[in-house]
């Protein structure tokens, strides 16, 4: 739930109304003497049909140096940016050789694992040597080294599911996923706001889509009992397969699922569940295993539970966990592991090396402290923010916390601001969100220090103040005895 | 007014190109430019304000015509081409009729072509060219009229 400020969704509306008209009268000149010019590309079908490009040519690029800026290292707590220049308003942009170190607040670097780490660089230096970077083959045919199925077992282990399968891509593992595991007379009800990739599978997979409110257990039900009744568009005959998609932080809000219900009302009326852990494995729960284990879920109630190892596992690929039945299914059923290239061996290594340091198997508690840490960090980070004045979303304990930022000159505003006092943000706008919705998201690390998260802090309020986005009435400073209080708990 | 605020809920549909219609504020976005640039018009002109009622009257005709129910498909290529063949118009709200906004969205010429005439006394020829512009603005809202392209115009092969 976003309270937006009233005021503040009309300017919006209206700034890209304004936007929109003046990209209208530049396509209007651009298309007026391109009738004359005559091209020589006869019998070519065009690139872009119709006007499909125009978000990008008159309002993408606009702002282009705030996304896809080039990083010359390893994304750690600090990385070095590498500067950009255009001489041509924006549209093409030129790198320089300068590279400013910056604070990193937009990487998905949840427990550190990014950047070179103690224990598991060396094993995949190793490992790198001893197998290969690539195998070269799909999994099917060449690919299985010793190291996948060790990487299986120990992703089956940590997850406490009998099987898993992995992949060498985290959005492969969504989109070759879906249209094996249900197909035309299926029906899939996903979250309105799950992640692209679980909208790309489902609608490969043929199967009926029908969306419900995000993270509305009421009604999901009631979609499910309509669905039910009605069954399968125009025949009425029963649906084959029922598949609830959620996800378990999504990464746009930063908060967690209500998985409890959702569950129980998938088992009520004996839809599957399928959660897409990318966000949240790793980065929340005791001990990291995920979301299920911070909400007091069994990891048996939920069917398939996929996740990502990008993002706290500080490697690639994806993997799915299920029943054994349902992972010897899909060993030789699904595309992406019948014929695309395996996951890379080093990448393998990295992630059997940072789940043992996370279950403490490395012999050193370096887990649970990344673990404590970045709970601390995100919780501390979070309530600052919110006491300054700002919109920030997102629950208790999630590291994901977007601020909002509405209006769409503010965006790169906010970004070049932030950027000129050597802090890094990642910004989202139009479509990746909802028109009215811009916001700068925030990932916050376990490698990021006090002082690290202090001074993002500052310079956040400090560039907030001249951009104008702290919409709610900042807190005043609590007296020294509240704090000393609060610290004893 | 700086501390009213408005709960944003995310509606269920996947369509970016008209999901924003959904979110609180749009009406009287939609109000109030119509508003100003009544007043943009009634500076630049100099004109009495039927005058520019019956303008603003008709380049909203021109405007909304070719947005709503001329252009089809959506301003960018992530949909893959799926509502290339609806125009906005048909594509809000899933194509579910006679829902709210497509109530609202039917309302408003009717309203302005009723100020527009009133505030010229319903003299011709504005009379007629205001009449002309919202009878082909209402039917083309009629949920009959849904996917339906009268002699093939602007109908695709």
Redesign the interface.
Known sequence: MIAVPYLTALTTYFSYGLLFVFGQIRDLFRKIPGCCRSTNLQGYAPICFGNEDFYTRRLYLRIQDCFERPISSAPDAWFDVVERYSNDNNKTLKRTTKITKCLNLGSYNYLGFAASDEYCTPRVIESLKKFSPSNCSARADGGTTTLHNELEKSIANFIRKPAAIVFGMGYVTNSAILPVLIGKGGLIISDSLNHNSIVNGARGSGATIRVFLHNTPSHLEEVLREQIVEGQPRTHRPWKKIIVIVEGIYSMEGELCKLPEIIAISKKYKAYTYLDEAHSIGAVGKTGRGVCELLGVDPADVDILMGTFTKSFGSCGGYIAGSQELIQYLKYTCPAHLYATSISPPAAEQIISAIKVILGEDGSTRGAKKLAQIRENSNFFRSELQKMGFEVLGDHDSPVMPIMLYNPAKIPAFSRGCLEQNVAVVTVAFPATPLLLARARICISASHSKEDLIKGLEVISQVGDLVGIKYFPAEPNKPQLDEKTVKLD | ??????????????N?NT??FT????W??YI??LFFSWLLVLSIFGCSPGMAWTIVHLSHFLVTYHFFHW?????????Q?IY?LLTWWEQIENGKQLTRNRKFLTVVPVVLYLIASHTTDYQHPMLFFNTLAVFVLVVAKFPHMHKVRIFGINADQ
């Open positions: 007014m700086a501390h009213l605020y408005v709960k944003a809920v995310p509606p269920t549909d996947l970016r999901e924003w979110y609180p504020g749009v009287t976005t109030l430019i252009k089809k498909g959506t301003p960018f290529a992530d949909d081409g290339n």
